[in-house]
């Protein structure tokens, strides 16, 4: 296999950036069409155990993906919705961590353990990984904004980086549902993206990464042209103010800030359809999609 | 509270017990009607903890009781039969696993932690905790037996304890739901009470406990008076090959045997019925259920 | 013995007081009636062992009770007063120690460890626990106050924690007899409650525990309506200037005050006439005896 | 100081010795003239010092001298005998146990610190280093013997070495009193030279050296042309047989063949009275008294 | 650079290769043309430095090229000889040391520095790691085999396996230079094989490679179709006995044979000439070389 | 040996100086006439080894000596000059690597082995322990200062610490040869007097110890009653000013300077020329030579 000179030069290259961030921490926010992918799932996996033969200390966060969606249906489950928000009631949270911890989060573990990993799937109630508490939803009603209770979605209240970090330093990668549990035990559901930004702060990461099913953010969408490959704050505020950054890119550029703000050193918004999307991120200099920056 | 003196005597009197037991390792199959009455769930989620606080290791596996059925009832999945046994096909399984590991695993977890306690829910899939392979089942069909292939029902293969001993070392608490991981990452279902007496024999415990629905074993369960408080290995062959012992309980004696065969000291069935019954167990001489040895 | 649930529910509501204290230094100044009478005796040893079964770090320190005076009368020896004080000359200094290291130190001890306790006696020779420097006492006369020699009558200048510390991760309960070492290796007698606050003091522990031969400080001892459950440092001071504390009862206050000024959390001045009131005290809300404050 | 080549070429000459020995552990049995005069009750506890500052791990067994008897006469206690042997009954067990553990291991321990050593007193109480049984004594009466019971005199039948072990690896000198504990609590006398053998035989130590008042052993002690300097064992068996080694010098040489035969690696009987008998010993090639080999 | 998916599955391609050394031994034998030339020496280090990157536990062990015969003739040392074998006198050695040590060794460890790895230099006398001993080399004159002296060439008495494995332990690559020390502080000149052999052994190598400046061994050199991909011992012995392994050969392939039989689980013989040949070797399943074998 | 009960009062008389630095780490610069007598260099080693026998932490940085020169000389180099200055081109310090590294340094260390030490020999280049870059030399011409390049000579960047301090907790003596390690791998001839002083800074060392060929530092070198024990800051400023302190012991002070002003606590100039003048100085109150302070 290794017996083209061109090969052995490609391990060769990958020196200096392994060197970098040996005995680094990177979290990677795993999502969207790379969990939906059956390639894409084993490159990504692969991605992540070649982090850890080479030393680096990865911490996949998942998201839920349609399966949610899809089991719901399957129960016959049917949903409430109040001012255009979904309502996460008991039932609706009970399937959610059902499909998120029984099904997608044991998938990633195995499938990164089959490339020789030693991945351990997670959630917030091991060891009570991430605290959490109910969030109200801000809805505008007649051009006034208030807050409405969706249910069991909740917010991080606090990270037990102990736990994530003993197992770091015993070779282990956590794979994490954004499960929480509130105070008495409740069942909450969090947005991934958020609980990647909290844990990358939590564990002072070096790098956080966002799997998207975008290039990047541009100024503007439609226009290749306009893409940013270096996000400061300032733009990043105006962006979402403006609504230019919206949707399901919020969450992502806010954890990116968050986790910005606690240490960690750099934040990516990458490409997550681009195979081993995460390996060029983490083997290049300038890094191939848009960096969040102070 | 701790004001009359009997409440500290009976603290003092838990002395020997502790002692006995402190840095010791204790299996502990958790299932029937203990996982169903919510009263009990609470009881024996204190009593694990009360474990874990007295400086004892103990080790939680879990079966899966009627959720799986409603489960498959409710996503409108039907069983197929082969020659009576029901067929645990890919969607089956995963269906399993979902509901062991994302309902029944997390639940069992974040009790025991609400009582103060540091558990890690866990499956197979964890690090490669359980590695399994396919069993086929015997049938009997015009009095021939014959070996049928029922999907995907595993037998455990490999037991990581390493992971088990570091977390342990580390003051935490396994729960492990009986799910297996196949040499190509196929998912197995694996029988709960086996899983249990294949980590006893692995981790060399002290104790194996199984929480059952009945009181132990009788010689005529319809005569109270054949209880049997010590049942031996010669004893327990004859009374399988008689069928006097059967069904669910074939696999609860082997598992004691398996573990009791690989180091582990005591194997205890007990009724899992009453309220506390492993501190029961732990606290006594004599123990309250059937004992099995050599 | 553990087959009835009451005694398994006392278990289950000692739990979240060993929770809280786990892994915490606890200090017990052991003295007064409940070192003569038998049964108590036993009984403080089962404590002091139960603290340690259940993971707290308990140091004992004790004082001399009525066996000084014993043997000093047995071997003859005729005590000298000046102004009404007692003088610990050589002879008398040496046979203290002998019956504080060498018979009740060992007593304790053994007591403890008839228990199951890990307990290891010590006097401040040992690594020179306890330096030590004379002190003055302060006698009136004619209306002028002043200072007087009597004797090897010493005062704590330094604590080895280094020792203890290093004994506590090990499991060892140190036992401490009140014995202080000079610069010229001389022996001190020191008073066993300064011992245990300077102790306290120097482990930062959570609590400090006096043991007496009252229910607890009262503002008239006469009137039992007027127990103090919590004494803050002010009124201390205001007390022994009125001299409503006064006697051997100003010691410990002062030892509870140096204890809470490096680090202390809790200082108690408990009965320890009642039978297991080191137990009472810590697995109780509001504690039994009187509680120092700042 | 060392200014002059001769004192540091001294220094030189010791290297060897010191490189022999360093990390090893030695016993030291320590009883005679050297715990009765105050100038060598120094060289000694220097000695122990410079073994402890040159990387050796010293261990001293002290017996009790005559103060014992002292004591027992101070406090107007009567010996009773049988059949000429003293009955060492409660009273004098605890009298004995007080001076060994209260004056005569304080004033060993004080010492050796105040050159510099981090000595711990400890007696078979502590951690119950010391499990011990009663020893019947064997008398002639008619030529016929019998065991007679003298008391609380007892024999070694554990030895707690973990706890010597953790000692000596934090750097601390353990000075050991001969008393054992029983099973019930009970205090026991112990010969102190079989001590130091059951000590040297629990540590493996490298060398155990007892300190007696004599030059070593004689073929006949009134002609010094006959000193043995290696004493076999078969030659031991005989002259004890014959009566030349009698009374004290037996239990010696018995601890010395214990020791022996467990591990250690040599064995000596030197004269304590040579001041710095100990460092003579371990700087010479040949050793200064009679040492006993298999 | 990494921007292209085929560098990227380069990688993941490497990944089973580094799974399967990660935490290993391979003790390299470096020395011919690739320490001559500017570029292989370049490529060699990059090599070492990767290996220590991805997990492994590389040990280099050179040899001294045609430096040490440049460096006598620039010093106008004269060569002597016997019987056709030059003579290392005392002059010549300590050149050969000067040379391989203060030259060829910190070069080599500087070069691994600047590719970002942590090396350090180390010679036999380097807390005595080559103990070596005199040896004699044999002559035939008039068909009679005798042996002469030729100086300070030694053969390896003892190799201090505990430096090596304490430096590995803390992430250091030890460079050997085949320098030895007598039982006197002799110095002796090393076969760079042999030494490379007995260090395989002693650290229980996973693998020896050893460079060299020919493809393999062949049957018949001058034949390519002859070569010999996996060489058992019994023709190797075959093969030195009819002269068809000889000269330079014999010393590597019986520094195979012995770390083989000393728990070495493969030794190599490559061609060194090949840019990367280390890391070819080490990244392909069959091997580049000549394999021995058992 | 130690028969003679003088010797052992001398060893006894060291236990307060051993007792003082043990475990403290003590930096030697090795250098001058002690170097090239043959019975000095035994003396400083076997000094050196007591010091790591009695628990100390020896660093020994040694000069070169008149051995380059020789070796210069040898090969024919001839020296160019600048202004008076020598040049170290390339050849030169290659050759000045060779002899510090592989002549001289391996006999300093195979000699403190050879008297039981556990020495290890070390350079700049291993794992970059000493980085350097060059310094200009100044130069007066013509009245005017200016800075010329004199080739490789070096000033330190960085010490590697982490290293020694690693072979230190390891009990092994660094012995250092004063070749730093370029940017880009260049070899850099140090001052060793500087090294020394760099290194101590470094590692916080207790003592710096610095070899001569004289007595100390005198105002007048002609009169011995000028004689300066104590130099301080001031002073030294003054005399390195008015030229009274010049030539090669300005480096020497400086040293001693620097390292002071980097919490070592005492630096001593010291003559080398009398036998253990490196003990004498350990082992003495006063100190021998010149003793360098704030």
Do not use: W
Not at 17 to 39: D, F, L, P, S
């Amino acid at each position: 296999m290794f017996e083209s000179a061109d090969k052995i030069e490609t391990l060769i290259e990958a020196m200096p950036y392994i060197r970098k961030y040996q005995n680094k921490t990177v979290v990677i926010k795993y999502g969207g069409h790379a969990m939906v992918n059956e390639e894409l799932k084993k490159k990504v996996a692969q991605d992540i155990a070649f982090l850890q033969f080479s030393g680096l200390r990865p911490v996949v966060v998942h998201g839920g993906g349609p399966e949610i969606t899809d089991m719901l249906k399957k129960v016959g489950k049917k949903s409430e919705f109040v001012n255009g928000l979904r309502v996460t009631d008991g039932e609706t949270v009970d399937i959610a961590q059902m499909v998120l911890v029984g099904r997608i989060n044991t998938e990633v573990t195995a499938t990164i353990n089959m490339f020789g990993g030693k991945a351990i799937g997670l959630n917030g109630k091991d060891a009570s990984l991430l605290r959490a508490e109910k969030v109200l939803s801000e809805v505008k009603e007649n051009g006034v904004t208030k807050e409405v209770d969706i249910g069991f979605v909740g917010a991080v209240t606090a990270v037990n980086a102990h736990l994530l970090n003993s197992l770091l330093d015993n070779d282990y990668i956590p794979i994490i549902a954004p499960i929480g549990v509130g105070e008495n035990g409740e069942t909450f559901n969090i947005n991934a993206d958020t609980v990647a930004g909290e844990i990358a702060a939590a564990l002072h990461a070096e790098k956080l990464i966002m799997l998207t099913d975008v290039k990047g953010i541009f100024e503007d969408y439609k226009n290749p042209d306009t893409f940013i490959s270096t996000l400061t704050f300032d733009k990043a505020y105006e962006m979402m103010m403006k609504g230019t950054i919206d949707g399901g890119m919020i969450p992502k550029v806010q954890a990116c800030i968050h986790a910005l703000n606690h240490m960690t050193s750099k934040a990516h918004i990458i490409d997550g359809r681009t195979p081993h999307s995460i390996l060029m991120e983490i083997f290049t200099d300038r890094g191939s999609g848009t960096m969040v920056a102070k």
